[in-house]
């Protein structure tokens, strides 16, 4: 099928702008990180003015529109088959906008590595996630589980303001006084309000950070990762922890990313020290590292569906005996991670985000790969289904009303609603 004849032609603002099937930039253009895909056209807008270009041109094509960042989704949703891509990498600018308030404008095609690299030289710092080629733009309208997640909270916590291209064209700026509502579902819920073209964030000084590589022997009956969790809950706020169980052979090794908000060795070392004695000592190594070497450059890459995958995600309160041993009996049939959060986290106070799940403590990911599909990520997380409560949006590859019941519960669910209809009423960024 010839793609580009059944597309109306470009308006003069998007002259060299639209990659279409047999353009030599299309195979870097097409895909996700997680899924290959076949759009009749990608958009490359360079600024607002070209995004609202984009976003009418896209509507008068009447194809499905997708909106992408970094195109690090889980679900594969910002690109489309046979619909028209608004790829925003090229809106990719850093800047600080007053490092007295730490204030940053971050346009949302920039990848968290180069947010890192620029904040750097000032000292200053966002806790975003876990890998440098992630978007600015899915991780800041869902959440942000950074490595800093325990003391500086998650990324929208520190969202102070955005600039939106809403479905009819409309260039807004909503803050915490201007259109508040929008601003509320921006902050978690912000795929299906608008296109956000730029984020205003409240960095935090940091240069240096404690990080401790620490893998230890998981014993199968749960305790270990009960322990864990109990390290977690009592341990200052400075300590954050990424943890990754694998089966090896007959035993599961769990290796832990503990990340210590503090700029010197003397204070990292008690607060990670209790994670060594969870279980049998494999591996130990401490360093202190300048922020960025957490989100290197080193890993931006194009996306090219080059991971495909399946994921889901559940958070837990505390770790009962039960919950523990559900842990280990996932890990062995899916990839099994826990996140730390709580800490900082739960101070926001539910209603205040479209983010409502402000008293968990742990984030448990599993993930599933071809050749296994839906039924062995279904099969694997079976046990812990019914023992985790709610879910995180950037963690999860399902999409439908299940999932997004478990991702905007209750009244968090209704205002979300409210809120994609009031400022999309057709629905184009929720297809
Ligand atoms: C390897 C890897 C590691 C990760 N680690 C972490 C982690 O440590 N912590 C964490 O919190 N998350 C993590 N994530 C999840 C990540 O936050 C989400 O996948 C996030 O949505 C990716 O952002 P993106 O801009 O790259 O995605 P995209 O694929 O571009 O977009 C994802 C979704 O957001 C929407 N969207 C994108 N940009 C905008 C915008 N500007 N305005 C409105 N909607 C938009 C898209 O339409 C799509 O639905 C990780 C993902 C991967 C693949």
């Known amino acids: 099928m010839s793609e580009r004849s059944e597309l109306a032609r470009v308006p003069e603002s998007l002259t060299g702008r639209i990659v279409t099937p047999g353009d030599r930039r299309y195979a870097a253009l097409r895909s996700t990180y997680t899924r290959r895909a076949t759009p009749a056209a990608v958009l490359l807008p360079q600024d607002t003015a070209g995004v609202v270009a984009a976003l009418r041109y896209a509507r008068e ?10 195109g690090h989704g889980l679900a594969g949703t910002s690109s489309v088959d046979d619909g028209v891509v608004i790829d925003l990498s090229g809106l990719n600018r850093i800047e600080v906008l007053d490092r007295a308030s730490r204030l940053v404008r971050v346009e949302a095609g920039a990848r968290w590595a180069e947010v890192a690299q620029t904040l750097s030289p000032y000292g200053l710092a966002i806790s975003s996630g876990d890998h440098g080629n992630v978007g600015v733009g899915g991780l800041a ?29 409309t260039v807004v700026r909503a803050d915490a006084t201007r259109e508040p509502e929008l601003f509320w579902a ?7 309000v608008g296109i956000v073209v730029a984020f205003e ?33 009592g341990a200052p706020r400075e300590l954050s922890t990424a943890v990754t169980l694998m089966p090896y052979g007959p035993v599961t090794v769990m290796s832990i990313t503990a990340v210590v908000a503090a700029e010197s060795l003397r204070r990292v070392r008690p607060l990670v020290a209790p ?15 300048p922020y960025p070497a957490l989100v290197p450059t080193a890993h931006l890459h194009p996306n090219l569906g080059q991971q495909p995958s399946l994921t889901t995600n559940g958070l837990l309160t505390g770790m ?6 559900a842990v280990m009996r996932a890990a062995g049939r899916a990839l099994i991670q826990l996140r730390s959060v709580g800490g900082a986290v739960n101070d926001v106070p539910p209603e205040e985000t ?58 968090t669910g209704r205002r979300v609603a409210r809120a994609w209809r009031r400022y999309d009423p057709d629905g184009i960024f929720r297809a």
């Open 275 to 289: 994670l060594r004695e969870i279980g049998r000592l494999l591996d130990d190594r401490i360093d202190l590292v």
């Open 354 to 411: 479209a983010y409502p799940h402000r008293h968990q403590d742990t984030l448990v990911v599993a993930s599933v790969f071809p050749p296994q599909g839906p039924a062995a990520l279904d099969a694997a997380w079976s046990g812990l289904a019914r023992r985790v409560e709610g879910a995180y949006v950037n963690f999860e590859g399902r999409t439908g009303p299940a999932v997004l019941a478990r991702v905007y519960p209750g009244e």
């Open 186 to 192: 921006v902050r978690g819920a912000g795929a299906g």
């Open 141 to 169: 309208t869902g959440g942000g589980v950074g490595w800093l997640v325990r003391s500086y909270g998650l990324t929208i916590d520190h969202v102070r303001a955005v600039e939106v291209v809403l479905a009819d064209g």
């Open 201 to 233: 964030i409240e960095a935090t000084e940091l240069r240096q950070v404690g990080v401790a590589q620490i893998a230890v022997e998981a014993r199968p009956d749960g305790s270990t990762v009960r322990q864990w969790a109990e390290v977690l809950r």
């Open 61 to 70: 094509q009447g194809r499905p529109i997708a909106v992408r960042s970094g």
């Open 320 to 325: 009962d005996d039960g919950q523990a041993r």
